[in-house]
C-alpha cells in the first residue's frame, strides 16, 4: 500500500526546481552553443559574460571551466539594507518581490517586459500585464536589482555558497547575514499565523520564498488544522446550550399549563 503524498513540494524538489534559475557565468574555455529542450545555451567565448541555466553554471564550475557571478541581491551591502528593512522599518510585512523587467517600445514608451496590448474598439487599447515568475524572470543574474529577495533566494544562495564561494566577496560575511535574514522571516512568519484566530484571518505570504514556503508548511497547515478544530468545538458546544436553553423554555411552559 503506498504511502500518501504530502502537500504541495517537499524542500528536495524546491532545491531541485531552482536549478532552472537563470545565472551569469565567467566563461574561462570557449564552448559552442549546447541544443537543449529549452533552446540553445548562448556560446561562450571568454571574457565575455553569458546567462546560463544553474545546474549547468556549477557543472562548469566544478570543471574549473567558469566563474560564477554573484547575484547583486547576494552581496554584503544589499543583505546589509535587506536584514535592516526586514527587522525595522517593516517588522510585520515581508520585503517586495523583485520588480518585472522593463523593456522599451520602437517610440520609447518603457513597458513592462511582458506587457501585450490588445485593442477592444477603443483607439487607445487596452494593456494587459502577464505576470511571470521563475525561471522566466532573470531575478539571479547580474542585471537583477538589488535589495529585492528573488523567489528562490534562499536555495540559490546556499548552493553557490557551497559551490562557488571563492565567487562571492566576503563570503563568511555573507553566510552570517543570510542566518540573520533567514531567522527574522521564519520568525515573522511563525507569528504571522496569529491572523488565523477565529477562522476569519487572511495569511499573506507575498514575498515569502519557495524554500520558505516548503519548510513551514507542515507548521502551518498544523496551526490551521487546530483552529478548524477549535472552531468546530466552539460551534458544537454553542449548538448545545442553544438546544438546553430551548429545552429549559419548554420546560417552564409545561408547568405552567399544569398550575392552571
Not at 10 to 25: D, G, K, N, Q
Not at 185 to 211: N, W
Not at 222 to 235: C, H, P, T
Request: aromatic content about 4%; glycine content about 8%; charged content about 25%.
Amino acid at each position: 500500500m503506498a504511502l500518501p503524498l504530502p502537500s504541495g513540494l517537499v524542500p528536495t524538489e524546491v532545491a531541485f526546481l531552482c536549478e532552472m534559475e537563470i545565472i551569469t557565468i565567467v566563461p574561462r574555455q570557449r564552448l559552442e552553443s549546447i541544443p537543449m529542450l529549452s533552446g540553445k545555451t548562448p556560446a561562450l567565448r571568454p571574457p565575455r559574460r553569458a546567462d546560463l541555466p544553474l545546474w549547468l553554471a556549477l557543472l562548469l564550475k566544478k570543471q574549473r571551466r567558469a566563474n560564477i557571478v554573484p547575484p547583486p541581491w547576494l552581496l554584503t551591502a544589499s543583505l546589509q539594507e535587506l536584514v535592516n528593512l526586514e527587522t525595522n522599518v517593516n517588522p510585520e510585512g515581508f520585503s517586495e518581490p523583485p520588480p518585472p523587467p522593463m523593456r522599451s517600445d520602437g517610440r520609447g514608451v518603457a513597458r513592462p517586459y511582458a506587457a501585450t496590448t490588445s485593442r477592444t474598439g477603443d483607439e487607445d487599447g487596452d494593456t494587459k500585464e502577464l505576470t511571470l515568475s521563475s525561471p522566466f524572470l532573470p531575478s539571479c543574474t547580474q542585471d537583477a536589482p538589488s535589495g529585492y529577495l528573488p523567489f528562490h533566494w534562499l536555495e540559490i544562495a546556499e548552493t553557490l555558497l557551497a559551490h562557488a564561494a571563492d565567487d562571492i566577496p566576503n563570503a563568511p560575511e555573507v553566510r552570517a547575514l543570510l542566518r540573520d535574514l533567514q531567522e527574522v522571516r521564519a520568525a515573522k512568519l511563525r507569528a504571522s499565523t496569529r491572523h488565523l484566530e477565529g477562522g476569519g484571518g487572511v495569511l499573506k505570504l507575498r514575498g515569502v520564498g519557495a524554500m520558505e514556503l516548503a519548510e513551514s508548511r507542515g507548521f502551518v497547515l498544523s496551526v490551521v488544522d487546530g483552529v478548524r478544530k477549535l472552531g468546530a468545538s466552539i460551534e458544537a458546544g454553542r449548538r448545545e446550550e442553544e438546544l438546553e436553553r430551548r429545552e429549559g423554555r419548554g420546560g417552564d411552559e409545561s408547568d405552567d399549563d399544569m398550575e392552571l
